[in-house]
């Protein structure tokens, strides 16, 4: 003595149900299971990004009140870089936490130089008077640089040789 479907709804209404349903389904199960999975996956890496962002974010707080307690005379984005190698070295927060960001920071860092570069002609005056300590500085910095990457890519090279060799490739 249960009610079933038939009894509360006339068959012809369920038939124009069933009928209506299937006209307003527009892609099949199959491609609208695709679609949820693309969708998470994208859900999955903007989360993946905002945790890498956020981790960042916290070494260089941390960092920025440990120096304004220290009162140390030392710049507290360096200390955050430092520290966060440190953390990614020891293994204490994985890689994976914070490549998505990075990846993405690196991708448009020319964005970040942007305001610094729109600031140049104001500070005309400040760089008249030391045109050649600029120039220097930069001239120095770009050998040490250049010397630096092409003696540890040398040593890069030498290590994998080496390292074929004892393989026997």
């Known amino acids: 003595s249960t009610l079933g479907l038939s009894d509360i709804i006339p068959k012809q209404s369920q038939n124009r149900a069933r009928l209506s349903s299937k006209k307003k389904r527009l892609i099949s199960p199959k491609e609208a299971a695709k679609c949820r999975s693309f969708m998470y996956s994208i859900f999955v890496k903007v989360l993946r990004v905002l945790l890498g962002i956020a981790v960042v974010l916290a070494v260089f707080f941390a960092c920025d009140y440990i120096v304004g307690v220290c009162s140390v005379k030392f710049p507290s984005s ?5 520290a966060l190698f440190a953390l990614l070295s ?10 998505p960001a990075g990846e993405l920071l690196m991708k448009y860092m020319i964005f970040l130089f942007v305001p610094l570069l729109a600031l140049l002609p104001q500070s005309y005056d400040v760089l008249k008077g030391n045109v050649a300590a600029i120039l220097g500085g930069l001239v120095i910095s770009a050998v040490l640089t250049l010397s630096a990457t092409s003696v540890a890519v040398e ?15």
């Open 78 to 82: 360096l200390i955050a870089m430092l």
């Open 90 to 99: 020891l293994k204490i927060i994985p890689l994976w936490v914070v490549e």
């Open 155 to 169: 040593k890069l090279h030498e290590f994998r040789a080496k390292r074929k060799a004892e393989n026997g490739r």
